[in-house]
């Protein structure tokens, strides 16, 4: 199945997971990217992703293209901030309503916990459709696990 993996990552995590899924679906790849950079250290990181998320902001994003005819499946990929989806991904999703007539799918990238939560408010964002699968992993980049590496093949067995 042609697939897109349309994914946020401020410290690589994310980037590093939607790469191995890339690879083994043969794939293609959109990073969005902000047009105002969210901060990548200390407290600010913090507090202006933290408070960006909560208030479930849109940002405007760097130009893209996508040539929807061309894909049947999307898997959105984020990291958890406050126990929600990344600003850039909603800015994503409100903008393009052919994610209504696609297969979804989704992976999120977290350092405890609210990936539940924030799977639930990216399928309030989906216009009545739905993820027919989720994946969660914790800091995968920073801390590899062979584990991680099982429940991402398992992922994509389930998309293929
Ligand atoms: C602004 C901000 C808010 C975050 N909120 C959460 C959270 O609610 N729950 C959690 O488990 N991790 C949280 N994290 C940690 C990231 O989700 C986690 O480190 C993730 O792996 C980072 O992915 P990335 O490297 O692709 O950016 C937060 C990180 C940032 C920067």
Redesign the pocket.
Known sequence: MNTLIVY?????????VAKKIADKLQADLLRLVPVKK?PEKGFA??F???KS?MMAETPELEPYSVDWNSYEQVIFGF??????ITPPLRTFIRDNHELKEKRLAAFA???????EQAFKKLTDTLEGNTLTATLI?????VKPKDENEVSIQEFCDSLS
């Open positions: 946020y990552s401020l410290e690589g995590n994310t980037d590093f969210y990181k913090f202006w992703g933290g998320a990291p958890v901030w406050a126990s929600n990238c977290q350092s405890g916990k609210g990936a992993l914790f800091d995968p980049k």
